[in-house]
């Protein structure tokens, strides 16, 4: 019987695909970028990566909380419940008419 974390591990990553030819790989401190500067590299590495569209198709599959940061090229943000999901109206100011 394997340890606890080992169990944990490998149930975590459990349908990740392997994406060998990620540009992200041994890149993990541009995907969870705290300031422009490391987003946009990201973004970047992201657009021409040669994985891009498997690991698209991988992370459309993911729940909305199970994943945060950069993926796919996208930023993720952390929600917390669905009720974040819904997009909020946007706001016309008064006196105009909204596009």
Known sequence: MAAPWVEL??????????????????????????????????????RRCPDKQPC?????????????GFLAGELRPWISHTSELRKKPQLTPRGTTAP
């Open 9 to 46: 591990t490998a149930a975590i990553l459990r349908g990740t695909p392997r994406l060998p030819g990620a540009l992200c790989r041994g890149r993990t401190e541009l995907f969870d970028a705290d300031d422009e500067e490391t987003a946009a590299c990201a973004t970047a590495l992201c």
């Open 56 to 68: 698209t198709t991988w992370a459309d599959t993911l729940r909305h909380n199970q994943v945060n």
